[in-house]
């Protein structure tokens, strides 16, 4: 991943385990609440060549993160990026922090050829799907359903 760097100093990069306390803080504070060390497992996860979990840097502070994933798809020869997590800290949002990390998003899925990349939004978070419906992304192909196992 080349670094991206927006006009405010923010450079986006790689998480590193030393991120861990940051982002657990971050999804914390998201209604997530998650420790260090669960991080640091997820991070290991996520170090495979068809996921990433990038943060965004401003003087040396983790202000947010992403977590994606490169899905290929079955009924086509292409793939799909899925968003698993996007946290931008609540004093760095509407500073650009949360569309630089989805443009990282879009470069990983033109990169990889895919077809499109999603992200799910819920109801409770307003602001996330503003920002969503802002860059593009069609809410009114939602057709997700889940089972809790």
Known sequence: MAAMIDTAGTILRPAETGDAVRIAALFTEEGYPVGPSAIVARLA???GP?????VADRN???IG????????????????VRILALVVDAGAR???VGR???AEAERVGRERAAAFVEVTAGHHRPDARRL???LGYDASVTAYLRKRL
């Open 50 to 54: 068809d996921s990433a979990v990038v």
């Open 45 to 47: 996860r996520f170090a």
């Open 60 to 62: 040396g502070e983790v």
């Open 65 to 80: 993160f992403i977590a994606l994933h490169v899905l290929p798809r079955f009924e086509h020869d292409d793939a799909v």
């Open 100 to 102: 630089l990390l989805m």
């Open 94 to 96: 509407e500073r650009g």
């Open 132 to 134: 969503y419906e802002s």
